[in-house]
Structures are given as C-alpha cells and as structure tokens.
C-alpha cells in the first residue's frame, strides 16, 4: 500500500469530499449493495486480547443482523483492518474509506490513536465510531465539537467509580494508600481522580508510594517490593494489559494481596487470567461496561456469552459490550434516518440521527450526547472465589452506575467537575 503522509491524506480526503458528498448515491444502486462497516481494532501486541474481544463481538452481532434481514434490508459486511502506531491506522483508515469506499468505520481502543485520527476523520467527513478511543490529552477533549466523529465515555469513568465504592464500602478503614499505575495519562489521571475524590469526601489518608511501571513492564518485583516497604493500607491501580496477572501472582506472592486492600477500576480486562490461586475475594473490581455473568443479564446477552464461550472457550470482557454498542447504535441511527427520508440516509441524516439516540446494550443502557461522546452502563463490585470458574468473579451484588454519574459533563473542567459533583455513594 501506497504511504501516505498526514497532510496528503488530508488534502485526499477533502478533495473526495469536496467532489462527491459524503452519503450521496444513487437509491436503487444503495439498495442492492451490501452496507460495508470497516473495523480498526488490535489483533496482536498488549492490547490484543481487547481488539479481540470487540472484533469477535462485531463478528456475531452482524450475523444477528444478516439473519433478521441486515440494516434498512441491507446486508453487512466487515472490513478488518489492524490498529497499531497513529500513523499506520490513519494510513489504514484511508484504505477502508479510500479504496474499500466503507460506509462506516468503528474501532480503536487507544486513546493514544483516537487522538491522532480524530480530525482526520472529520476531513474526511466519514461517520466513525470508537469503541474505547477518545479524543481527549489527558482529562483535556480536544475534539469538542466533532460531526462525524463519535466517541467513547471519558477514560476516568471506571476510576471514579471505583473511587466511590471505596468510599462508600471502606470509609474509615484505610489511611496509608499506595498506587501502582501506567506510567502514561490513563493511569496517572486515574490515580490523581482516586485522590481528589478522597479530598472531596474528606476521607483522611497520606500517598505512601507511587509507582509508574511503563506499559506493558513484566518484570515488576522492584514495583512489588516498593509497595511492600510502603506498608499500604490500600492499594489502587489501573493496570490493565498483561502485566495485571503478572502484577497479581507478585504481589500475592509478597503478601500484599492479603495486607491491602484493592481497589482496580480495569481489572475486567483481564479477569479470565486472575485466577483464583492469587487474586483474593473482597477486592474492588471494574468490568467497565460488561460483566459477563452478570445475573440480571439480558437474554442477548446471554445469547453472546454463551456464543463466545462455545467459539472462544473464554468469556467475553468489556470491548466487546463497545464494539455491539457501536453496532447498534449505527443501526438504529440508519434505519431512523433512512425512515424520516423515506429512502437512503446520507452520512449527515445517520450522524443526526445518533445525536440523542438510546440503546440497548450487551451490558445494559447506553447512548449518545450532543457531544457525541457516549453515555454507557458501568458494573463494579467485590470479587467472591464462590463461582463454578478458575478465576475471580463479582459476588451477587453488582454494582451498577450511569455515566451520566461518572463523567463531566460537556465542557466542563474535569477536576473543577469533581469538587461539585453530586456524586452518590
């Protein structure tokens, strides 16, 4: 494939708009072609197992769709492409606009990457979703008034939650905290978020230690080892790659996992790999949007869990509550579009028509602001070793929060957001 540069694929891409209006076709041609949806998504590298899960979930959820008649009687077909660097996904997001001429495109999981692409993708004026991917550096959106872009809740969602529940389960019974984090913006604007909501609820405590192990670091004995000389009453952290297992093994292994008490926002991506031999039961958990066994579960949920477990012989984790989200709501927005219109939806009527739009998840409610940045289900609690499984689960009561709860609301400052938010606990 040709390299294009940044500025190129720019000039490229307004210049296919300028000529041929996003969403502009010929009826009778639109109805018999099948609706192409690209997808961005990691398959190898620490986020693998992420990419994964969502690509698989997009997989099942379009032959639901086929087998009911496809979206406004439009058979779907996927178009994989790998999510990697910034500049190799620009390039590759060109190819499924460009040359595979897709109609939508959803995917990334790095924020990393969604920054990069974001006003590339307003150039080229192509209705894109991210599953978990902002625009945001750091707690800053950068995006803020996007058309066609949509995007994931804000990063700290699952950290603010988390540090609600410890609030709400362990006031008074902690003081001395430690955090083990990513060295990079998620992990040190959740731990900063874990802190300023502990200063807003008065709760007392000192920062014994901070460790920042850069991503994807399989060797953290000198990490583990600080924390122990630290002696924590608790300890929060938002590993979430490979490393968490790593982390997990290590740290029961020094004692800590007994010591402390745990609090980790993102550990759902991961939880088929905390096993029970050393992740204990009473430490505070996040599946972000999915808990897999959730019991007030829907029946398509269930209908995808067991899918997932018979193809995979594995359980489903949160990107794949993302990329179903996605489909969803692209599907609903086209056919309430195509509806209004009486026939074919340009790219601005389906963009419109997400604008406000409710659905039903894999992992409960979901839907989207003015903003475009989606409102999701977040499920929370205390791990229990009582299941028929090998690895940690939630015990019987699940925590359940909106986001509307957990994320600042459109143009807001997030740490001035935090000191006045009417927060529940």
Known sequence: MKKFSRRTLLKSAAAIGALAPAGV?????????PLKIGILAPRSGIAASAGLNGIYA???????????????????????EDETSPKDTIERFSKLVQQENVDHVQGIVSTGVGLALGPVVEEARALTIFWDGTTQDGVVEKLPNPKYLFKSTDNECEAVMSSLLAVKYWKGKFKRIAGINPDYSYGRNNM?????????????????TEQWPKVGTMDLTSHV??????????????????????????????GLTQSAKLVFPAAGWQQTALKKEFTPEGMLFGCNTLSFDNPKASATAKEFVAWYHDKHNDYPNWEADRAYFSLISYKQAYEKAAK???GTPSTDDIAQAMVGLEVESLGGKGGWRKDHIADQTFVQGLTTHKNKYDFVTLGEQQDTMYSTELQKPAGADFWEWIKTANFKV
Not at 25 to 33: D, E, G, S, V
């Open 225 to 254: 080892a600080a924390l122990q000389a630290a002696k924590p009453d608790l300890i929060f952290s938002s590993l979430l790659f490979a490393d968490l297992p790593v982390f997990m093994k290590q740290a029961h292994a020094a």
């Open 340 to 342: 209004a219109k009486g």
């Open 25 to 33: 076709f010929a009826p009778a041609i639109a109805q018999n072609k």
């Open 192 to 208: 900063a978020a874990f802190v300023a909501i502990l200063k807003r609820f008065n709760i007392e405590h000192e920062v014994v």
């Open 58 to 80: 997009a997989q099942w959820t379009v032959e639901k769709f086929n087998a009911a008649g496809g979206i406004a009687g439009r058979k779907v077909e996927l178009v994989i």
